[in-house]
């Protein structure tokens, strides 16, 4: 079994900044895919970012120049520091580990608020 756990969310103004971190426990596979999602209310849950375990990462297309993915291999911790950050950012964020191409595993998410 896997557990995902994220952390770092909160309130912050239009402009600024946050650091999302994920930490993965468990039987992990040395071939994953970790990334992140978010889900505004009302709509459906979409890819932010994600990061292979060989580096290579894909970003959203509303998210480039802003967000940067990275982690850390030996800790299997995900982070995503998230700059200029904008009303439309606010959402749910969970963090996801797929391995094995089939196994999904899910956080409980954590809430990003951005306020004008």
């Known amino acids: 079994q896997v557990h995902v756990v994220e952390s770092g969310g909160g309130l912050v103004q239009a402009g600024g900044s946050l650091r999302l971190s994920c930490a993965a426990s468990g039987s992990i596979f040395s071939d994953n895919i970790m990334g992140w999602y978010r889900q505004a209310p009302g709509k459906q849950r979409d890819l932010v970012a994600r990061?292979?375990?060989?580096?290579?990462?894909n970003y959203a297309d509303s998210v480039k120049g802003r967000f940067t993915i990275s982690r850390d291999f030996a800790k299997n911790t995900l982070y995503l520091q998230m700059n200029n950050l904008k009303p439309e950012d606010t959402a749910v964020y969970y963090c996801?580990?797929?391995?094995?191409?089939?196994?999904?595993?899910w956080g409980q998410g954590t809430q990003v608020t951005v306020s004008s």
């Open positions: 990061i292979s375990s060989g580096g290579s990462t």
């Open positions: 996801k580990l797929t391995q094995g191409i089939v196994y999904n595993f």
